[in-house]
């Protein structure tokens, strides 16, 4: 029956006639004969096949576009058994004939032949020129660039094999579709269908070299009018293609076309010639213009060909009953002839002044008839969504209702060719700030997407392989390639990098071979988890062209995002034009891909007009127009949204910020918005410029100013004003948790955002540097002048990093030579502090402090806001921050609130759960959020499906919801988290939840560890390993030093010892990488005394930080701690056996020898954070030192044991000191036990025979620490300071044990009683009892530390005397000291009879420098001649000061050698200045400027030095020399000599002083001396001082 059926159905179908079928009846055919599925003749119809495209179809062809292979097989099959396959379905087409005319012939010539036998191709002149070579372009076989080597026409054969495309969209000229040379048009040449389906006609025009514009022009002409007044007359749409072969059928070749506008004029004036008079004006109105669409190379490049097309349009409206005559032009003749021309088949018919005229002419009436059903029906075809505006932005935002509310953090740009007449409505690019581009188009940089974007934003170029060579990990490499600061603008197909580079583009063969691997392995980095870091990023597909090819680029990196992201939820694509869209969506489906699933992520019927329009509108809604900057003299500058791209590590606050947006003018909209805003802000969210613009514009209530408001507004604005050294000033602000500290800094920055340039540092950038200096020249030079700009650097983890970032600051300003007078940057510097008052008396001249105490002042300005409150906001009472602050933080209103919030808690629940961790993590770290996406994930919410309402995640936390609060995350301005709405209810939730519930801080801790969804996120993980590792240190504003973190204490102390074990030894199975976790266990288990536990951990940590300084300290300090334990316990009392003596002495070794690595491993550690230019401020590790003085120490008390070193006899004891110097060889003639120790000594001597000079080398180390030079800040100095006094402790035992004299035991002996060997020895003791054994020793006596330092150091001066005048063995480092020792003394007690004249130092001195070679590093000799062979006179040099320069060159040498790594965490101390004097007195100490302003407290005299106001005083100023030198560079050159041709190098301090203005030549300053090198204080420009 159905084979019956088929043949029936057969039989109503006229093969014959095939080639005229319509795309309807090649949908019929294909489901009533081929048998296929009506969605698969669906693609065919879709893809306009008609009966002569299908004749010619191969089953790759259809499977090409869409159909699967069986449905394919059919098709193919049926054909085949009917006989009906044309050639072009088995056989390359044959190549056209050379005999050709100018349109290459066709039925349309022979038509014309027939119909007008005057009508001739062309005049015998240009016929015999006929045999031309079509217009070709190597390119399209060559790499561009390359010539073809020869002029001969490629054959057929030899022409890339074409693949079928669709025309360009009828009646358009906005579509992004552009041809590729070679290519089959997928239509055929017919005539009137159904009227609305266009015909088409195809013709060459090539071949026209020689001939005449005119003549090219008319014969355009002719054929435009021809084919358009007959499809006018036959009511049909059509379009007349030229560069398009007939023969083969519709291949692409293109014309050149060097002005389009002479078609264009000629078309606009011959239309009037063509037709008559009352009908041009309906002729113009139906023929559309010439369209240009350009022709591409196979490789995508352009081939600089077009395709010239003109639609018809003969609307009902128009032509209604009319025909129309036109005039033809005879180019035998030259003469115009009427015709009236009709379609014909796939021709046009002149049938003018014949018998069909007239039968036309009566049809006139139906066929306007059908044109108008046929009009009337197409109009009425239900449209797609007419909501697709919406739909974008739903896509774009993830159902919310703007860009800054997005759903998405990032978003990644796909694209593809664009035209040039696409450019103008790519605005809306410039408002999304894209992670990364990936553009296909090779020309991108020249003319199209790329360059257009850079014209306001900033992005830089880079090609798909430079991600495969990075080097690293995954989160290095983005950190490297700075992808949340700059855009990424990847070239996927060709073009020119950033470092200029070139690549070729390819076509899709070789782009699958060659590069599809490299955009693949790309597309991995991007989608990465270590990349994308928990935030949520949206993949925007924005195709300006169609693409054609299943094979193209463009669809391969569709499907590997899809592959990497498993799905399309995170996809969307922008299709221009409904013919991109159909064609994109059977490629994708042909993929895989369902074509209703995809449908939901397309954007299809928008023009880019309109989607332009609409994402400017989307992203603008809370922005001003146009961002403007203050400047000097109260002018305003553009601040440029590339300008602003180049400091992404600030968020700029504008002079007109939040004024003039499109929100504000929807007064619904702005309500609710501000409403939004004030509840969130005033529940616990932190402050937003938005809350100050309602308040300044009276929308709301005045805001709070606090006390501390007017003295920090005082500090800024007398910073700024007063003259000052360096250009960058720090304004501390420390303050409580909580308090308000954020917002009182952020107060300051909006009411000073017209007297400033104000900005927030979002990050630390590797250029911060430059970025603030790009700030503050903006619109800006040097003639202008500069308004300062007012950084707040908020929550900075220590002081001194805001002291490493004033310097980088610094550095820029020099480098880019501006010039100032006084500070053209303040860094308001917000700190928490759990004590604010301590915290900013060290700094008490430039520091406010805000504690959680409410004045009474305050006190009634909180009380009248919260009458504003309630009048306003219906639920006031959940506003717990404000409230908090409002009840002056009372602990039982906190504590209400949380028993409250607490009760009837299901702990079991996931929400509970969540709170649970919160409030640990915010107890102790109160910036820690968990990211939104990962709370979703966790609780099994999908925010996209909540649309517009935010707080949705809250809300299902269930009765905590009122104590959360979402925020963004710190240094993550786009990444929102979920916290703890104040750190005080947290604490006290973590007090209710032990007390209610019984969840011990352990019981959390624990669970936490055990989360794997959570843990997936790596800032969560540092924010738990920072709540386990991290200690208290007061000099970071915490309360105390602890042993461990706050939360481990807090265990030990509330809990049992094992919960402490149990914690940590989870977190060190959870976190395998993580030493400090090993760390902590190994050094909780020294305190508690298991030392075998201990050791294990310490091994354990040391395994996995196999290099770092401060576990191998810890390992140290195990063995350390054990043999202590010994020393100072009980054991002690017990009689010490040799096998325990062995056990001691080996704990002892081993932890010297692990001291000693961490010494080594310290000074490495300052090279490579040196070499990786960190953003922080290095810490020199000095652990290992005073770990190896203090287990020498213990190995002294356990020596004392031993019998033949009693401590009771004086024997003994120098028997065993001398041992240990290493100059007594031991002899045992006692006991067996004695025998058995000193094998035990024996075995232990080398390590014995040493310790004396290892104490020296650490009290060595130490000394120079401390004397030579000084930390960065002054908490760090306070620090210190409690480490030198356990160090001078250590030595005061020392010098016990090993010194057996002093100066006054030296005087008290009487002459004769010793010999000259004995004297020699007690003067050493005495020296090295005194500290003046070394160079840093003898400075010390300048800092005021010893009580009768003038008869010291006279003593010390006696003492080198007689040690260089009567021991032979005299060392150079003793005469040295004996130079140093006399300046010193000379400092101390300049009129002493022990002194030596200057001749005589400076005759010792050369002695020494003799002594010197010229390869060796050594600083005393050269720091000593910096001294006293400085010039007395600049103009008169004798022989010893023309050295100088020498003299400072090696000292400057010699210092980097052997102390560059310590320089790079400390500053090298003047240890002298250069006075108003002669000889000695020239020098001068800080003990003698001191002097100077004893009256003062301690405080204000190191706030002067701080803050180089101490070389203003004129006191101070009178006692130094002021010289003058010559700016080059980074230095200052003093020039000496008679004509000034000997030059001394000076560096200045701070080194931003020295400024890059060829204008300031001269400076003066104050010189010091440092065993760096000279150094310059004070800097002063004298051209700016006249």
């Given at each position: 029956?159905?084979?019956?059926?088929?043949?029936?159905?057969?039989?109503?179908?006229?093969?014959?006639?095939?080639?005229?079928?319509?795309?309807?009846?090649?949908?019929?055919?294909?489901?009533?004969?081929?048998?296929?599925?009506?969605?698969?003749?669906?693609?065919?119809?879709?893809?306009?096949?008609?009966?002569?495209?299908?004749?010619?179809?191969?089953?790759?062809?259809?499977?090409?576009?869409?159909?699967?292979?069986?449905?394919?097989?059919?098709?193919?099959?049926?054909?085949?058994?009917?006989?009906?396959?044309?050639?072009?379905?088995?056989?390359?087409?044959?190549?056209?004939?050379?005999?050709?005319?100018?349109?290459?012939?066709?039925?349309?010539?022979?038509?014309?032949?027939?119909?007008?036998?005057?009508?001739?191709?062309?005049?015998?002149?240009?016929?015999?020129?006929?045999?031309?070579?079509?217009?070709?372009?190597?390119?399209?076989?060559?790499?561009?660039?390359?010539?073809?080597?020869?002029?001969?026409?490629?054959?057929?054969?030899?022409?890339?094999?074409?693949?079928?495309?669709?025309?360009?969209?009828?009646?358009?000229?906005?579509?992004?579709?552009?041809?590729?040379?070679?290519?089959?048009?997928?239509?055929?040449?017919?005539?009137?269908?159904?009227?609305?389906?266009?015909?088409?006609?195809?013709?060459?025009?090539?071949?026209?070299?020689?001939?005449?514009?005119?003549?090219?022009?008319?014969?355009?002409?002719?054929?435009?009018?021809?084919?358009?007044?007959?499809?006018?007359?036959?009511?049909?749409?059509?379009?007349?293609?030229?560069?398009?072969?007939?023969?083969?059928?519709?291949?692409?070749?293109?014309?050149?076309?060097?002005?389009?506008?002479?078609?264009?004029?000629?078309?606009?004036?011959?239309?009037?010639?063509?037709?008559?008079?009352?009908?041009?004006?309906?002729?113009?109105?139906?023929?559309?213009?010439?369209?240009?669409?350009?022709?591409?190379?196979?490789?995508?490049?352009?081939?600089?060909?077009?395709?010239?097309?003109?639609?018809?349009?003969?609307?009902?409206?128009?032509?209604?009953?009319?025909?129309?005559?036109?005039?033809?032009?005879?180019?035998?003749?030259?003469?115009?002839?009427?015709?009236?021309?009709?379609?014909?088949?796939?021709?046009?018919?002149?049938?003018?002044?014949?018998?069909?005229?007239?039968?036309?002419?009566?049809?006139?009436?139906?066929?306007?008839?059908?044109?108008?059903?046929?009009?009337?029906?197409?109009?009425?075809?239900?449209?797609?969504?007419?909501?697709?505006?919406?739909?974008?932005?739903?896509?774009?935002?993830?159902?919310?209702?703007?860009?800054?509310?997005?759903?998405?953090?990032?978003?990644?740009?796909?694209?593809?060719?664009?035209?040039?007449?696409?450019?103008?409505?790519?605005?809306?690019?410039?408002?999304?700030?894209?992670?990364?581009?990936?553009?296909?188009?090779?020309?991108?940089?020249?003319?199209?997407?790329?360059?257009?974007?850079?014209?306001?934003?900033?992005?830089?170029?880079?090609?798909?392989?430079?991600?495969?060579?990075?080097?690293?990990?995954?989160?290095?490499?983005?950190?490297?390639?700075?992808?949340?600061?700059?855009?990424?603008?990847?070239?996927?197909?060709?073009?020119?990098?950033?470092?200029?580079?070139?690549?070729?583009?390819?076509?899709?063969?070789?782009?699958?071979?060659?590069?599809?691997?490299?955009?693949?392995?790309?597309?991995?980095?991007?989608?990465?988890?270590?990349?994308?870091?928990?935030?949520?990023?949206?993949?925007?597909?924005?195709?300006?062209?169609?693409?054609?090819?299943?094979?193209?680029?463009?669809?391969?990196?569709?499907?590997?995002?899809?592959?990497?992201?498993?799905?399309?939820?995170?996809?969307?694509?922008?299709?221009?034009?409904?013919?991109?869209?159909?064609?994109?969506?059977?490629?994708?489906?042909?993929?895989?891909?369902?074509?209703?699933?995809?449908?939901?992520?397309?954007?299809?019927?928008?023009?880019?007009?309109?989607?332009?329009?609409?994402?400017?509108?989307?992203?603008?809604?809370?922005?001003?127009?146009?961002?403007?900057?203050?400047?000097?003299?109260?002018?305003?500058?553009?601040?440029?949204?590339?300008?602003?791209?180049?400091?992404?590590?600030?968020?700029?606050?504008?002079?007109?910020?939040?004024?003039?947006?499109?929100?504000?003018?929807?007064?619904?909209?702005?309500?609710?918005?501000?409403?939004?805003?004030?509840?969130?802000?005033?529940?616990?969210?932190?402050?937003?410029?938005?809350?100050?613009?309602?308040?300044?514009?009276?929308?709301?209530?005045?805001?709070?100013?606090?006390?501390?408001?007017?003295?920090?507004?005082?500090?800024?604005?007398?910073?700024?004003?007063?003259?000052?050294?360096?250009?960058?000033?720090?304004?501390?602000?420390?303050?409580?948790?909580?308090?308000?500290?954020?917002?009182?800094?952020?107060?300051?920055?909006?009411?000073?955002?017209?007297?400033?340039?104000?900005?927030?540092?979002?990050?630390?950038?590797?250029?911060?540097?430059?970025?603030?200096?790009?700030?503050?020249?903006?619109?800006?030079?040097?003639?202008?002048?500069?308004?300062?700009?007012?950084?707040?650097?908020?929550?900075?983890?220590?002081?001194?990093?805001?002291?490493?970032?004033?310097?980088?600051?610094?550095?820029?300003?020099?480098?880019?030579?501006?010039?100032?007078?006084?500070?053209?940057?303040?860094?308001?510097?917000?700190?928490?502090?759990?004590?604010?008052?301590?915290?900013?008396?060290?700094?008490?001249?430039?520091?406010?402090?805000?504690?959680?105490?409410?004045?009474?002042?305050?006190?009634?300005?909180?009380?009248?806001?919260?009458?504003?409150?309630?009048?306003?906001?219906?639920?006031?009472?959940?506003?717990?921050?404000?409230?908090?602050?409002?009840?002056?933080?009372?602990?039982?209103?906190?504590?209400?609130?949380?028993?409250?919030?607490?009760?009837?808690?299901?702990?079991?629940?996931?929400?509970?759960?969540?709170?649970?961790?919160?409030?640990?993590?915010?107890?102790?770290?109160?910036?820690?959020?968990?990211?939104?996406?990962?709370?979703?994930?966790?609780?099994?919410?999908?925010?996209?499906?909540?649309?517009?309402?935010?707080?949705?995640?809250?809300?299902?936390?269930?009765?905590?919801?009122?104590?959360?609060?979402?925020?963004?995350?710190?240094?993550?301005?786009?990444?929102?988290?979920?916290?703890?709405?104040?750190?005080?209810?947290?604490?006290?939730?973590?007090?209710?939840?032990?007390?209610?519930?019984?969840?011990?801080?352990?019981?959390?801790?624990?669970?936490?560890?055990?989360?794997?969804?959570?843990?997936?996120?790596?800032?969560?993980?540092?924010?738990?390993?920072?709540?386990?590792?991290t200690r208290q240190r007061k000099e970071h504003g915490d309360e105390s030093d602890t042993s461990?973190?706050?939360?481990?204490?807090?265990?030990?102390?509330?809990?049992?010892?094992?919960?402490?074990?149990?914690?940590?030894?989870?977190?060190?199975?959870?976190?395998?990488?993580?030493?400090?976790?090993?760390?902590?266990?190994?050094?909780?288990?020294?305190?508690?005394?298991?030392?075998?536990?201990?050791?294990?951990?310490?091994?354990?940590?040391?395994?996995?930080?196999?290099?770092?300084?401060?576990?191998?300290?810890?390992?140290?300090?195990?063995?350390?701690?054990?043999?202590?334990?010994?020393?100072?316990?009980?054991?002690?009392?017990?009689?010490?056996?040799?096998?325990?003596?062995?056990?001691?002495?080996?704990?002892?070794?081993?932890?010297?020898?692990?001291?000693?690595?961490?010494?080594?491993?310290?000074?490495?550690?300052?090279?490579?954070?040196?070499?990786?230019?960190?953003?922080?401020?290095?810490?020199?590790?000095?652990?290992?030192?005073?770990?190896?003085?203090?287990?020498?120490?213990?190995?002294?008390?356990?020596?004392?044991?031993?019998?033949?070193?009693?401590?009771?006899?004086?024997?003994?004891?120098?028997?065993?000191?001398?041992?240990?110097s290493g100059n007594s060889v031991l002899s045992v003639e006692n006991s067996n036990e004695d025998?058995?120790?000193?094998?035990?000594?024996?075995?232990?001597?080398?390590?014995?025979?040493?310790?004396?000079?290892?104490?020296?080398?650490?009290?060595?180390?130490?000394?120079?620490?401390?004397?030579?030079?000084?930390?960065?800040?002054?908490?760090?100095?306070?620090?210190?300071?409690?480490?030198?006094?356990?160090?001078?402790?250590?030595?005061?035992?020392?010098?016990?044990?090993?010194?057996?004299?002093?100066?006054?035991?030296?005087?008290?002996?009487?002459?004769?009683?010793?010999?000259?060997?004995?004297?020699?020895?007690a003067y050493r003791d005495a020296v090295e009892a005194s500290k003046a054994h070394s160079f840093?020793?003898?400075?010390?006596?300048?800092?005021?530390?010893?009580?009768?330092?003038?008869?010291?150091?006279?003593?010390?001066?006696?003492?080198?005397?007689?040690?260089?005048?009567?021991?032979?063995?005299?060392?150079?480092?003793?005469?040295?000291?004996?130079?140093?020792?006399?300046?010193?003394?000379?400092?101390?007690?300049?009129?002493?009879?022990?002194?030596?004249?200057?001749?005589?130092?400076?005759?010792?001195?050369?002695?020494?420098?003799?002594?010197?070679?010229?390869?060796?590093?050594?600083?005393?000799?050269?720091?000593?001649?910096?001294?006293?062979?400085?010039?007395?006179?600049?103009?008169?040099?004798?022989?010893?000061?023309?050295?100088?320069?020498?003299?400072?060159?090696?000292?400057?040498?010699?210092?980097?050698?052997?102390?560059?790594?310590?320089?790079?965490?400390?500053?090298?101390?003047?240890?002298?200045?250069?006075?108003?004097?002669?000889?000695?007195?020239?020098?001068?100490?800080?003990?003698?400027?001191?002097?100077?302003?004893?009256?003062?407290?301690?405080?204000?005299?190191?706030?002067?030095?701080?803050?180089?106001?101490?070389?203003?005083?004129?006191?101070?100023?009178?006692?130094?020399?002021?010289?003058?030198?010559?700016?080059?560079?980074?230095?200052?050159?003093?020039?000496?000599?008679?004509?000034?041709?000997?030059?001394?190098?000076?560096?200045?301090?701070?080194?931003?002083?020295?400024?890059?203005?060829?204008?300031?030549?001269?400076?003066?300053?104050?010189?010091?001396?440092?065993?760096?090198?000279?150094?310059?204080?004070?800097?002063?420009?004298?051209?700016?001082?006249?």
């Amino acid at each position: 029956m159905e084979k019956a059926t088929t043949k029936r159905n057969d039989e109503s179908y006229s093969y014959q006639h095939i080639e005229q079928w319509t795309k309807e009846q090649v949908k019929q055919w294909a489901t009533e004969v081929a048998k296929i599925d009506q969605e698969h003749a669906e693609i065919l119809f879709r893809q306009a096949v008609t009966g002569f495209a299908l004749k010619r179809m191969t089953k790759a062809d259809l499977v090409e576009m869409g159909i699967p292979h069986v449905p394919a097989f059919q098709i193919t099959c049926v054909l085949k058994e009917l006989d009906i396959l044309g050639k072009g379905s088995n056989q390359a087409v044959e190549q056209e004939g050379t005999e050709e005319s100018f349109d290459g012939g066709g039925k349309d010539g022979e038509m014309a032949k027939k119909e007008c036998k005057n009508c001739e191709s062309l005049n015998s002149s240009i016929l015999k020129d006929s045999k031309m070579k079509p217009i070709e372009d190597t390119k399209a076989i060559k790499p561009a660039g390359k010539k073809n080597e020869t002029d001969e026409p490629l054959s057929s054969s030899q022409q890339p094999a074409g693949k079928m495309c669709m025309p360009y969209p009828f009646d358009n000229f906005s579509d992004g579709t552009r041809y590729t040379q070679y290519n089959i048009l997928n239509v055929p040449e017919t005539g009137a269908s159904n009227l609305m389906d266009p015909a088409h006609e195809f013709k060459l025009l090539t071949n026209t070299e020689n001939a005449q514009e005119d003549e090219i022009m008319m014969k355009f002409s002719n054929e435009v009018f021809r084919f358009a007044a007959a499809c006018m007359n036959s009511r049909t749409n059509g379009t007349i293609h030229f560069g398009v072969h007939d023969n083969p059928h519709g291949k692409i070749e293109g014309i050149k076309v060097t002005n389009k506008g002479v078609y264009t004029e000629h078309f606009n004036k011959y239309i009037k010639k063509y037709f008559n008079d009352p009908y041009t004006s309906i002729a113009k109105s139906c023929i559309r213009p010439p369209r240009f669409v350009e022709v591409l190379l196979q490789n995508g490049t352009p081939s600089h060909l077009f395709v010239i097309e003109i639609d018809v349009v003969p609307q009902h409206c128009l032509c209604d009953t009319k025909y129309f005559c036109t005039n033809t032009y005879e180019y035998k003749s030259k003469s115009w002839k009427k015709a009236l021309f009709i379609r014909d088949g796939a021709s046009s018919a002149n049938i003018y002044s014949t018998k069909e005229c007239e039968k036309f002419k009566g049809s006139l009436t139906t066929l306007a008839d059908r044109r108008r059903r046929a009009e009337e029906e197409r109009n009425f075809k239900p449209k797609k969504s007419p909501n697709e505006g919406l739909k974008l932005v739903s896509l774009l935002t993830g159902n919310r209702d703007s860009l800054e509310n997005s759903y998405y953090n990032y978003y990644i740009l796909v694209t593809n060719k664009c035209r040039p007449n696409q450019t103008s409505d790519l605005d809306f690019l410039h408002d999304i700030k894209w992670f990364a581009v990936l553009d296909f188009d090779s020309e991108s940089e020249m003319n199209g997407v790329f360059k257009t974007y850079q014209k306001h934003r900033n992005a830089k170029l880079y090609f798909p392989d430079y991600y495969e060579h990075m080097g690293g990990s995954v989160s290095e490499q983005a950190k490297r390639l700075k992808l949340r600061q700059e855009t990424n603008w990847i070239l996927c197909n060709g073009g020119s990098d950033f470092k200029g580079n070139n690549e070729l583009p390819l076509d899709s063969t070789l782009w699958q071979r060659d590069r599809a691997a490299g955009v693949r392995k790309m597309i991995s980095f991007l989608s990465h988890k270590d990349v994308k870091q928990n935030e949520k990023f949206l993949i925007v597909f924005l195709l300006l062209s169609i693409v054609e090819d299943s094979a193209d680029p463009l669809t391969e990196t569709f499907m590997t995002f899809y592959q990497e992201l498993k799905g399309l939820q995170d996809m969307v694509c922008i299709c221009i034009g409904e013919g991109t869209y159909q064609r994109w969506k059977d490629l994708l489906h042909a993929r895989g891909i369902h074509e209703e699933a995809l449908s939901k992520k397309c954007i299809s019927t928008l023009t880019l007009e309109m989607v332009n329009g609409t994402i400017i509108k989307l992203a603008s809604d809370m922005q001003s127009s146009e961002r403007l900057l203050p400047s000097v003299d109260h002018s305003t500058v553009r601040l440029l949204k590339s300008k602003e791209d180049s400091m992404a590590g600030l968020e700029i606050l504008c002079e007109n910020e939040c004024k003039d947006t499109e929100i504000e003018k929807d007064k619904d909209r702005f309500q609710n918005f501000l409403k939004e805003r004030e509840e969130e802000f005033y529940r616990g969210g932190k402050v937003s410029w938005w809350n100050f613009y309602f308040s300044e514009e009276n929308y709301t209530s005045d805001f709070i100013r606090r006390d501390s408001y007017e003295k920090l507004e005082g500090l800024i604005l007398s910073s700024s004003d007063s003259a000052n050294d360096s250009p960058v000033k720090i304004i501390n602000i420390y303050h409580h948790p909580g308090c308000g500290g954020t917002t009182l800094s952020m107060h300051i920055l909006w009411n000073f955002r017209k007297q400033f340039r104000c900005a927030v540092l979002k990050n630390k950038p590797h250029d911060i540097g430059t970025q603030v200096t790009t700030l503050l020249t903006c619109g800006a030079n040097d003639n202008t002048g500069y308004l300062p700009v007012l950084l707040l650097v908020d929550d900075f983890e220590e002081q001194e990093n805001v002291s490493v970032l004033q310097k980088e600051i610094q550095t820029a300003i020099t480098e880019k030579g501006i010039r100032y007078v006084k500070p053209v940057v303040v860094i308001l510097n917000c700190m928490r502090s759990q004590n604010p008052d301590e915290s900013s008396t060290i700094n008490f001249l430039n520091s406010v402090s805000l504690k959680q105490m409410l004045s009474e002042k305050e006190q009634r300005a909180f009380d009248q806001k919260l009458e504003y409150i309630e009048k306003v906001h219906s639920n006031s009472a959940n506003f717990y921050s404000f409230m908090i602050m409002k009840k002056n933080f009372d602990p039982q209103y906190i504590e209400k609130v949380v028993k409250n919030t607490l009760h009837d808690l299901d702990t079991a629940s996931k929400p509970a759960q969540l709170v649970c961790y919160l409030t640990l993590l915010n107890s102790y770290l109160t910036t820690s959020m968990v990211s939104i996406s990962l709370c979703e994930e966790y609780l099994g919410i999908n925010s996209r499906d909540t649309g517009c309402n935010k707080d949705k995640l809250i809300e299902k936390m269930g009765i905590c919801s009122n104590i959360l609060i979402s925020d963004q995350v710190p240094k993550y301005m786009r990444y929102k988290g979920l916290r703890i709405v104040h750190p005080l209810i947290a604490s006290q939730c973590l007090t209710e939840l032990k007390l209610t519930y019984g969840l011990s801080k352990s019981e959390i801790t624990s669970k936490l560890l055990k989360e794997d969804l959570l843990l997936k996120e790596n800032k969560l993980v540092r924010d738990i390993q920072t709540l386990l590792i991290t200690r208290q240190r007061k000099e970071h504003g915490d309360e105390s030093d602890t042993s461990f973190s706050p939360l481990i204490e807090a265990i030990h102390k509330e809990e049992k010892r094992g919960d402490v074990e149990r914690v940590l030894e989870q977190a060190s199975a959870r976190f395998e990488q993580n030493g400090y976790i090993c760390q902590a266990l190994a050094r909780f288990y020294i305190k508690e005394r298991k030392f075998d536990s201990a050791l294990h951990w310490a091994k354990a940590a040391k395994e996995r930080a196999q290099l770092n300084s401060y576990i191998s300290d810890t390992l140290g300090q195990v063995f350390k701690s054990k043999l202590r334990d010994w020393v100072e316990c009980k054991e002690k009392s017990a009689a010490l056996t040799a096998g325990k003596l062995d056990n001691l002495l080996e704990l002892a070794e081993n932890a010297s020898q692990a001291f000693q690595e961490s010494q080594r491993e310290a000074e490495n550690e300052q090279y490579f954070q040196h070499q990786k230019l960190k953003r922080k401020l290095q810490v020199y590790n000095t652990a290992g030192y005073q770990g190896e003085i203090e287990t020498g120490l213990y190995v002294i008390d356990v020596l004392w044991h031993v019998p033949f070193f009693s401590k009771k006899d004086l024997h003994c004891r120098k028997s065993m000191t001398k041992y240990l110097s290493g100059n007594s060889v031991l002899s045992v003639e006692n006991s067996n036990e004695d025998s058995e120790m000193f094998k035990v000594l024996r075995h232990y001597s080398s390590f014995l025979c040493n310790l004396r000079s290892r104490l020296k080398r650490a009290f060595d180390f130490f000394e120079d620490y401390f004397v030579l030079f000084k930390t960065q800040t002054r908490e760090k100095e306070m620090v210190e300071a409690k480490l030198y006094g356990k160090v001078q402790e250590c030595f005061t035992k020392y010098t016990e044990i090993f010194c057996d004299f002093s100066f006054e035991q030296l005087k008290n002996k009487q002459d004769s009683e010793w010999s000259i060997s004995q004297y020699i020895e007690a003067y050493r003791d005495a020296v090295e009892a005194s500290k003046a054994h070394s160079f840093s020793g003898i400075l010390n006596y300048l800092h005021g530390n010893h009580r009768n330092a003038d008869r010291e150091i006279e003593d010390i001066v006696e003492a080198y005397a007689v040690l260089c005048e009567k021991d032979k063995q005299a060392t150079r480092k003793d005469k040295q000291n004996l130079i140093l020792a006399n300046i010193v003394l000379n400092c101390i007690k300049p009129k002493s009879a022990k002194l030596r004249g200057p001749k005589e130092l400076k005759s010792l001195l050369l002695s020494i420098l003799q002594e010197v070679k010229q390869t060796s590093w050594c600083v005393e000799p050269f720091f000593l001649a910096s001294l006293l062979f400085w010039p007395q006179n600049k103009k008169q040099l004798n022989e010893d000061s023309g050295k100088m320069q020498t003299f400072v060159q090696r000292l400057s040498e010699s210092f980097k050698e052997l102390y560059g790594t310590m320089h790079h965490s400390r500053q090298p101390l003047a240890l002298f200045y250069l006075a108003k004097g002669s000889g000695l007195n020239r020098f001068v100490h800080k003990g003698k400027i001191d002097q100077l302003f004893s009256s003062l407290p301690e405080q204000e005299l190191n706030s002067l030095w701080q803050s180089g106001n101490i070389w203003k005083n004129q006191a101070v100023q009178d006692l130094l020399l002021l010289l003058v030198g010559t700016v080059e560079g980074n230095l200052i050159y003093i020039d000496c000599g008679r004509n000034e041709n000997f030059r001394i190098p000076v560096q200045p301090v701070p080194s931003c002083l020295v400024k890059n203005d060829p204008n300031i030549e001269k400076v003066s300053f104050y010189l010091g001396f440092s065993i760096a090198g000279l150094l310059a204080y004070n800097t002063q420009s004298l051209s700016l001082k006249q």
